[in-house]
């Protein structure tokens, strides 16, 4: 298939402005809120725990329905079904019944006629604790062998052989703070019961399946009676993926029970203190080296917060063990990965999913191999790349068959001037008793596919009408990556058409039935697969139909530039040629089903191909940092990234660079604070700084690599872009790891954990003095 | 129902009349649940994300100004007299888009659409108000909207190539919306609205909501209602309703009082009223102070500045608001007004423990009164934050200086984020005065820091951080004082 000759607008490869752009921009887009509501609607605010960990005793609720507003309250035993919301464990009760596990837990829910009604009704309840020794923190959970799940292991080779005859062996410990989505739109969802005790719910979700399976056990019903429908989210990054089926089974309850639509919008705070977030990860490791830096050995402890509840933790972490590697092989190493259950919000999928806990574990230690061996960090990079035709097989077994990071590599470390400016650098902080500057290379590489291997699968429903326009639904959800766009620009191919003849509709569970969660990068892979299968399906029906109505070959029929060929001197538009087919009863309608292949994957050893195939990136950060502060800024940014052959580069931009900043706030401004008694009072954007526009550099240069084509037979033989790019932000933490390690002439390490808020790098700075001090 | 009981405003050009509300209806809800215009909206409901952001069009000082705000947090009653401008008003008359959105849709500048209209909206209010702004205009205009999918550059794009498409424009085509900047002639139909819907008399606008016109009749409304929530630009008692859900029995809005609005500079002070908004106190005091400029831009966002007030920001009087540090510093007069007339507080005895001020009953702040440089003096203040742009401070910092001869003859010091309330550095102070301003003494001095101050631990900052950080400001103070040039002392002004 030649892309490149494609007339249509909105062709495969083109940078086609997202489908709902111009409704974005007149603010004409409808998100759940926004939906104009039916008479009746009531609305719905949820009371929560107070406590991190207790008993309940008591609970009088009379205040509350005696309130102003107040219609109904529900408690864990006017769930009709499953008083679960637990995707993957039955462990998450949509009302808590005796037990609390974590501050802001769903206790009880109020319905009220306003918004204001309920908010303010669901504080006057009277609950009375007992309150019980909370579990707050990773150390807290390892010493007291507190876990969500058990316990795995990974060995490969045998690290405690390497390690013992290293010529060099380092031993550490990072600590990595969690990270909270900031969706711009809070979690949603509007329930309005149907005839004959079926339920409509307009949920802001990834998942829209799992919300449907899951609304379904909690009003006791089968997924044929439940419909859940997303057009848009504002904003997912993984945050709604497990998370909005709570609202969406609390709306639907209320609604079952009092017979209204029923609305549940979590505030900004709700919904930071009630919902999960990334994982903070404790890491310690033992890593043993030659005089080059190559890696012989390595032992990782690996130990999450999970919070109360397993939700998505056991994927999360398993994507954490997987990319402990990132790009390089160890030969021995032996991972230990603890899921610790703390008394905090549970916490869930987020963009990366562990990928990036995973990734930072390793590059710190190569960070730290280079200070020991005074040695740029670039250099002992290099040094432990996966090799192309040896040292190429994973921890878990896979090969690396499509290894293009030296290449990417080099020709970044060309383009940022990388050697030129670390001699810069160096001599700038030779004579800058303040400010000093760092710079770092970090890489990438990301397995794509679900590592639960029967998530990777997709379906989609073309419906094309007599008048040549195109409805186009599939099993993925819109949450801004320009899925509905990349899909349709897969249609729009196929069929030749300009993609103003196709219509994206709303994911819902009653067009494309069984989806997987929008989640793992895999929106477009596997739905732009599915899509394309379903308008291949129509277009061959139509090629039969002309072939036999004109008496030419199959062959001779070709679709152009929004018309169809027929023969050498025929030709009909599109429009024509479906009202015509339609007459002659020719179905213009059909589903479309796609399932990765060559992935297999055994989780109890934790071996096998658990991805299709790997996406690669890299970035060079420099920044400055003030010594007296402990403040940065970050001053010039180059990232080479690999998405394949481009769907949409314009898109694929988009993402890169959204992740990379995203990623960076992470590991920078971004932390969350939780008190002695397990409140978070981090749970507003006045307390929880994500980047804002001048935390762009001002120096920011971003490429797609234009060599690459997924080696896999991928759609159009594009790569997934959603999740890899955000570990380019690992880069800056690393700049600012080499700015403050520059103190010390790069002869000690600083110890610095992440998020490097300015008190973190002033702490780090102070702990490279004294070493300096003591000789160290 | 009198039409003094009725808030008319503009709506996207059309005259809107409002009756019968909740005093603390905020516009934004308004818009959504009563006119069903859902373009605007709520991401935090503390005008903190930017998602909410209007644009309002005043009169001041002749000229028509258009500045965003954050509907979220504004109520309804303010927005009488003057002319409002949300996402769903921009489009041009023949339903094209504005170059603000057009730019934003050529610069693939939106991905899940929820920030967009915000980043519109602010886009437009920087149309309207600069021709070609830099990098550093854009980031400062931009400040207070949130994106999370994007990473800002394309966002930064579409500000700068939005004036590109107003040059297609026929002068037909041409609005007081769609052409950039200032157009005399395109404005004076807005500025007769503006005129025709200017309150002539106090009003009194939903259940409670009174809002004199002079500063007598505020006075005496006070002495009436002495349990009354006064209201300046609401970027605080906002708040109260949308996260507190606190009822407001009695409002008082300061917010049509000419005499309260203006700035004045006589007898060796600068005199800014209560009803002053923050982005007009900066601008003149930065004619005075421009070391000042700092504080200034990073000073909440811009749709805070432009509603919020620096009188409000003093009366509330945090231990974390950011313009009192500097204002300590600077000797600046708390000037107080009640039925019983008027008197003068030096600042710094103004705040008299957490949320404690030298207020009796029914006083109020009419005005602060900045002193005028002196000559010799150097002045710098300082803002420690997680966030450059935007962001409460950890620690802020303020430092005035005058040296004779290499010492220091006269010296004030003052800090935010460090005690109950804003507060200076007396003991520090005292270990500097008339002593050669040299690294010894500022050494020893910075240790005296720890006496003066007792920082607390939370999610901003450590106390030990705090007290760190507070120390190492006045090193740096000290060596730009030396001459270290501000590039090589501060991330900030670092220019590679």
Redesign the interface.
């Known amino acids: 298939m030649s892309t490149a000759k494609s007339k249509i607008k909105g062709s495969v490869g083109s940078?086609h402005?997202?489908e709902?752009?111009?409704?974005?921009?007149?603010?004409?887009?409808?998100?759940v809120?926004?939906i104009?509501e039916p008479r009746g609607t009531l609305y719905v605010a949820i009371g929560c725990s107070e406590k991190a960990h207790a008993r309940i005793k008591t609970m009088d609720l009379t205040a509350v329905l005696a309130a102003p507003g107040v219609v109904d309250v529900l408690t864990a035993s006017d769930v009709p079904g499953t008083n679960n919301h637990g995707p993957v464990v039955a462990d998450d009760p949509l009302f808590a019944d005796a037990l609390v596990e974590y501050q802001g837990q769903s206790i009880f829910a109020v319905i009220a006629r306003s918004v204001?009604a309920a908010?303010?009704a669901a504080?006057m309840a009277k609950i009375d604790y007992e309150e019980l020794e909370p579990i707050l923190s990773i150390e807290d959970a390892l010493e007291n062998e507190s876990y969500v799940i058990p316990t795995i292991n990974l060995d490969r080779g045998d690290s405690s052989a390497a390690l013992a005859i290293s010529a060099h062996r380092l031993q550490g410990q990072l600590s990595m703070g969690g990270q909270d989505?900031?969706?711009?739109?809070?979690q949603v969802a509007l329930a309005l019961p149907k005839e004959d005790g079926d339920m409509l719910i307009y949920s802001s979700t990834q998942h829209p399946t799992e919300g449907q399976h899951l609304v379904a056990h909690a009003l006791n019903k089968q997924s044929k009676d439940i419909v859940v429908e997303c057009r848009?989210?504002?904003?997912?990054?993984g945050g709604k993926e497990t998370q909005p089926a709570l609202l969406a089974c609390i709306a639907a309850v209320a609604a079952q029970k009092t017979g209204h639509p029923v609305k549940c919008r979590l505030?900004?705070?709700e919904d930071m203190i009630i919902t999960g977030k990334r994982h903070g990860f404790l890491v310690d490791y033992d890593v043993g080296f030659n005089e080059t830096g190559l890696i012989e050995g390595i032992d990782f402890m690996l130990a999450s917060n999970c919070g109360r509840s397993a939700d998505l933790s056991g994927p999360v972490n398993d994507r954490a063990v997987f990319h402990s590697d990132n790009c390089y092989f160890l030969e021995n190493i032996h991972i230990t990965s603890h899921r610790c259950k703390t008394h905090t919000v549970s916490n869930t999928a987020f963009r990366g999913f562990g990928g990036p806990q995973g990734m930072m574990a390793i590059e710190y230690v190569i960070d730290e191999i280079a200070r020991h061996l005074k040695k740029d960090p670039l250099d002992i990079r290099k040094v432990n790349f996966y090799g192309i035709d040896e040292r190429n097989v994973t921890p878990y077994q896979m090969t690396v068959e499509d290894n293009i990071i030296h290449r990417l590599v080099d020709e970044l470390e060309t383009k940022s001037e990388y050697q030129k400016r670390r001699a810069e650098i160096a001599s700038y902080n030779k004579t800058?008793?303040?400010?000093k500057r760092g710079l770092a290379l970090t890489p990438v590489k990301f397995g794509i596919s679900f590592t639960a291997t029967f998530f990777n699968q997709a379906g989609a429903l073309i419906n094309v009408y007599r008048d040549g326009s195109v409805i186009l639904n599939h099993g993925g959800t819109e949450?801004?990556?320009?899925l509905y766009t990349k899909v349709a620009q897969v249609v729009a191919e196929e069929f030749q058409l300009d993609i103003g003849q196709i219509k994206c509709s709303a994911t819902d569970t009653s067009k494309v039935p069984n989806t997987s969660a929008t989640a793992a990068s895999s929106g477009s892979d596997l739905n732009g697969m599915a899509a394309k299968v379903a308008a291949k399906t129509i277009k061959d029906r139509l090629v039969n139909f002309v072939s036999g109505e004109y008496g030419v070959p199959v062959e001779s029929v070709i679709f152009q530039n929004g018309e169809v060929h027929i023969g050498s001197d025929k030709k009909m538009s599109f429009a024509e040629l479906t009202e015509r087919a339609y007459m002659a009863r020719i179905s213009l309608s059909s589903s479309g089903y796609y399932r990765t292949p060559k992935i297999k994957y055994d989780p109890a050893s934790l071996s096998g191909r658990p991805f299709f195939y790997f996406s690669y990136g890299a970035a060079v950060s420099e920044v400055?940092?003030?010594t007296?502060?402990?403040?940065?800024?970050v001053?010039?940014v180059d990232i080479l990234h690999d998405v394949g052959a481009s769907l949409n580069p314009?898109?694929d931009?988009?993402q890169v660079?959204?992740?990379?900043?995203?990623g960076m706030g992470w590991l920078t401004?971004e932390?969350l604070?939780w008190n002695e008694s397990g409140r978070l009072?981090?749970h507003?954007?006045?307390?929880y700084?994500?980047?804002?526009?001048?935390?762009?550099p001002?120096?920011?240069n971003?490429e797609l690599v234009d060599w690459s084509e997924n080696r896999e037979e991928t759609v159009y033989r594009s790569k997934a872009v959603g999740e890899p790019p955000f570990m380019l932000g690992i880069s800056v933490f690393h700049a600012i790891k080499d700015a403050v390690e520059s103190c010390g002439d790069y002869k000690s390490s600083s110890r610095i954990n992440a998020p490097a808020?300015?008190?973190e790098v002033?702490?780090a700075i102070s702990r490279v003095n004294e070493a300096v001090k003591s000789g160290a | 129902m009198s039409s003094l009981n009725i808030i008319r405003f503009y709506l996207n050009g059309q005259l809107h009349e409002v009756a019968n509300v909740e005093s603390t209806t905020t516009l934004l809800n308004y818009l959504r649940e009563t006119l069903l215009q859902t373009g605007s909206k709520e991401g935090c409901a503390e005008g903190d994300c930017g998602a909410c952001t209007v644009v309002i069009a005043e009169q001041q000082d002749g000229r028509l100004r258009f500045r965003s705000i954050n509907s979220c947090i504004q109520f309804l009653p303010t927005l009488d007299g003057k002319a409002l401008y949300t996402v769903e008003g921009l489009r041009n008359k023949d339903g094209s888009l504005h170059p603000a959105q057009q730019a934003m849709v050529d610069c693939h500048a939106s991905q899940c659409g929820f920030c967009t209209p915000g980043f519109v909206m602010s886009l437009f209010a920087l149309y309207k108000s600069e021709n070609r702004p830099d990098r550093q205009l854009i980031d400062d205009a931009l400040a207070g909207n949130l994106c999370r999918c994007t990473g800002y550059r394309p966002i930064i794009d579409a500000a700068g190539q939005m004036y590109e498409y107003g040059k297609e424009q026929t002068a037909e085509q041409q609005t007081v919306i769609n052409s950039p900047g200032s157009v005399k002639a395109l404005e004076k139909e807005l500025v007769e609205q503006l005129e025709m819907i200017k309150p002539a008399k106090d009003k009194k606008l939903g259940r409670h909501f009174y809002a004199p016109l002079s500063l007598d009749s505020l006075t005496s409304c006070y002495a009436e209602h002495p349990e009354a929530t006064l209201l300046a630009g609401g970027t605080d008692v906002g708040l109260w309703v949308t996260k507190q859900y606190r009822d407001l029995p009695e409002i008082i809005y300061l917010g049509q009082i000419e005499e309260l609005k203006r700035i004045n500079i006589a007898e060796g002070f600068i005199q800014i009223g209560a009803s002053v908004s923050l982005t007009d106190a900066f601008e003149c005091l930065l004619e005075h102070y421009p070391d000042l400029d700092e504080i200034a831009r990073r000073f909440a966002s811009p749709p805070i500045r432009n509603a919020g007030t620096l009188c409000g920001n003093v009366a509330n009087g945090s231990p974390i608001g950011d313009s009192m540090p500097a204002l300590l510093c600077l000797g600046t007069i708390v000037r107080l007004r009640s039925a019983a007339g008027s008197r003068d507080v030096p600042m710094h005895k103004f705040y008299l423990g957490y949320q404690q001020k030298d207020l009796q009953q029914a006083e109020f702040v009419e005005a602060v009164l900045i002193p005028l440089p002196e000559e010799q003096h150097v002045f710098r203040s300082y803002k420690i934050s997680k966030r450059f742009d935007q962001d409460i401070s950890a620690v802020c910092a303020a430092f005035n200086l005058v040296l004779k001869d290499g010492v220091v003859d006269e010296i004030s010091i003052a800090y935010g984020g460090m005690a109950a309330i804003p507060q200076r550095a007396l003991q520090c102070e005292k270990s500097l005065l008339g002593q050669n301003f040299e690294l010894a003494i500022v050494e020893k001095s910075m240790q005296v820091l720890s006496e003066d101050f007792t920082p607390l631990t939370d999610m901003r900052a450590s106390a030990d951080y705090r007290i760190k950080v507070a120390a190492n400001l006045l090193l740096r103070f000290y060596h730009e004082v030396n001459g270290a040039a501000k590039n090589t002392t501060h991330v900030l002004r670092y220019v590679g």
């Open positions: 940078e402005a997202h709902s752009a111009h409704l974005h921009v007149s603010g004409e887009a409808r998100y809120d926004d104009r204001g908010r303010r504080r989505h900031f969706y711009l739109e809070g848009r989210m504002g904003g997912g990054f505030d900004r705070d800058s008793p303040i400010l949450m801004g990556q320009g400055v940092i003030d007296l502060t402990g403040e940065h800024k001053l010039r314009a898109i931009m988009g660079e959204g992740g990379f900043i995203q401004s932390e604070v009072t981090t507003a954007p006045s307390t700084k994500i980047p804002v526009c001048s935390d762009l001002q120096d920011f971003v808020t300015a008190e002033l702490n």
